[in-house]
């Protein structure tokens, strides 16, 4: 077990680490556009997002992009998101905000809104992104620069992510790992791979790619709409990349431990298809890959002390070179086998409480597990 344990963490972290080394930085791209630059309708929705919201939106409405359309559709929101956005729409003409007061069935509410907007969209792309985005001014430009130049359909950009407890910043040092390693999201971009990718931070795609892979209708129940959006996009056979926007692209992910492990518990049960036997194995795995390797070199001897003690050596080398790619500390990965209990503690939570209640609750709508699970993609 310990030999096997060794393997598999070589194996899969200098994986990452090559995926890492071949993934672009958005800020590296050159701003240049061509004479008639495509029309871009950015499409954002947002339901109780009164705290984030108007930084966010006036960092988009920035952009030195010079063809662009904001729609921005107010989900069902109770908080002050209303009032703020009435008043963004005031100050700047090309603001046009929708608010949305009922849900049809077989709808999530985020989904809906994504979908609302593009159907009202002009553009010739569409980028969804969230309501609460930071982006340097020249984010759009870079990204359609690039997307035009790679001849792509589809360009994902990972932000850079930014919490405001050192908890939660341990946290995104293990995400990133197990993110990379289930995702591999560097092979997207490879026509001949079945990988796929999408970040709900800033998808940029074009209209005819998204209409021609189903749009939003046929992902309208699924928590993980980004990702499978991708998914949908490279099984019609669209191009697509993801490039990272550290130094452009900014997200404060969660504001709370609690926030945090609520949020996930919406998407872990659904990325592995509601799944108990996977999601009962994956946690297990986790466990033994990544935490009992720590406990195994104070109760072994010998030989598999040698094994355990290598991996966890080539792990915490690994992780911290990851980090640096991730906009991190390498420090954080000291931290790791930690953040890993706390990341199969969330996902065995998400399954038992889906399971439990039969479906699942997010911003204050419950979805049944039924429609949940019918909705694969």
Same mark, same amino acid.
């Given at each position: 077990?310990?030999?096997?344990?060794?393997?598999?963490?070589?194996?899969?972290?200098?994986?990452?680490?090559?995926?890492?080394?071949?993934?672009?930085?958005?800020?590296?791209?050159?701003?240049?556009?061509?004479?008639?630059?495509?029309?871009?309708?950015?499409?954002?929705?947002?339901?109780?997002?009164?705290?984030?919201?108007?930084?966010?939106?006036?960092?988009?409405?920035?952009?030195?992009?010079?063809?662009?359309?904001?729609?921005?559709?107010?989900?069902?929101?109770?908080?002050?998101?209303?009032?703020?956005?009435?008043?963004?729409?005031?100050?700047?003409?090309?603001?046009?905000?929708?608010?949305?007061?009922?849900?049809?069935?077989?709808?999530?509410?985020?989904?809906?809104?994504?979908?609302?907007?593009?159907?009202?969209?002009?553009?010739?792309?569409?980028?969804?992104?969230?309501?609460?985005?930071?982006?340097?001014?020249?984010?759009?430009?870079?990204?359609?620069?690039?997307?035009?130049?790679?001849?792509?359909?589809?360009?994902?950009?990972?932000?850079?992510?930014?919490?405001?407890?050192?908890?939660?910043?341990?946290?995104?040092?293990?995400?990133?790992?197990?993110?990379?390693?289930?995702?591999?999201?560097?092979?997207?971009?490879?026509?001949?791979?079945?990988?796929?990718?999408?970040?709900?931070?800033?998808?940029?795609?074009?209209?005819?790619?998204?209409?021609?892979?189903?749009?939003?209708?046929?992902?309208?129940?699924?928590?993980?709409?980004?990702?499978?959006?991708?998914?949908?996009?490279?099984?019609?056979?669209?191009?697509?990349?993801?490039?990272?926007?550290?130094?452009?692209?900014?997200?404060?992910?969660?504001?709370?431990?609690?926030?945090?492990?609520?949020?996930?518990?919406?998407?872990?049960? +659904?990325?592995?298809?509601?799944? @108990? /036997?996977?999601?009962?194995?994956?946690?297990? !795995?986790? &466990? #033994?890959?990544?935490?009992?390797?720590?406990?195994?070199?104070?109760?072994?001897?010998?030989?598999?002390?040698?094994?355990?003690?290598?991996?966890?050596?080539?792990?915490?080398?690994?992780?911290?070179?990851?980090?640096?790619?991730?906009?991190?500390?390498?420090?954080?990965?000291? +931290?790791?086998?930690?953040?890993? @209990? /706390?990341?199969?503690?969330?996902?065995?939570? !998400?399954? &038992? #409480?889906?399971?439990?209640?039969?479906g699942i609750s997010w911003r204050g709508t419950h979805y049944p597990l039924a429609m949940l699970k019918?909705?694969?993609?």
């Amino acid at each position: 077990m310990a030999a096997v344990t060794l393997g598999v963490v070589v194996v899969c972290g200098l994986d990452i680490a090559r995926g890492n080394r071949s993934t672009t930085y958005l800020k590296d791209v050159p701003c240049h556009l061509g004479v008639h630059p495509p029309r871009v309708s950015v499409i954002i929705p947002a339901r109780n997002e009164a705290k984030k919201i108007r930084g966010a939106l006036q960092s988009v409405l920035k952009q030195n992009y010079p063809n662009l359309e904001f729609i921005v559709l107010n989900d069902r929101s109770t908080d002050e998101t209303g009032v703020i956005l009435a008043e963004l729409a005031a100050e700047d003409a090309r603001l046009c905000v929708e608010n949305i007061t009922e849900l049809p069935s077989g709808w999530l509410g985020k989904t809906y809104a994504l979908y609302r907007g593009a159907e009202r969209a002009a553009g010739q792309l569409l980028l969804f992104t969230d309501a609460d985005i930071v982006m340097d001014p020249s984010t759009l430009a870079r990204a359609v620069n690039y997307l035009q130049a790679s001849h792509l359909d589809h360009l994902a950009v990972m932000p850079a992510v930014r919490m405001p407890s050192l908890v939660l910043r341990l946290f995104c040092s293990a995400f990133g790992i197990f993110f990379s390693a289930y995702i591999r999201q560097w092979k997207a971009k490879d026509p001949r791979s079945s990988s796929f990718v999408g970040v709900g931070a800033f998808n940029l795609v074009t209209t005819k790619a998204y209409g021609a892979s189903g749009t939003h209708r046929a992902i309208a129940m699924r928590p993980d709409d980004d990702i499978k959006l991708g998914k949908l996009l490279k099984k019609a056979g669209y191009r697509q990349e993801l490039v990272f926007g550290m130094g452009l692209l900014t997200v404060e992910w969660y504001s709370s431990l609690r926030e945090l492990i609520d949020g996930l518990m919406k998407n872990t049960f +659904a990325g592995l298809e509601y799944s @108990v /036997l996977l999601s009962v194995g994956g946690g297990v !795995s986790v &466990l #033994l890959l990544n935490v009992w390797p720590f406990m195994a070199i104070f109760v072994t001897t010998g030989l598999t002390w040698i094994l355990y003690f290598l991996a966890v050596v080539v792990m915490l080398l690994l992780i911290s070179d990851a980090n640096r790619f991730y906009d991190l500390p390498r420090s954080y990965a000291l +931290a790791h086998p930690l953040s890993a @209990v /706390l990341f199969v503690y969330i996902l065995w939570k !998400s399954m &038992l #409480l889906t399971l439990w209640t039969g479906g699942i609750s997010w911003r204050g709508t419950h979805y049944p597990l039924a429609m949940l699970k019918a909705n694969r993609v």
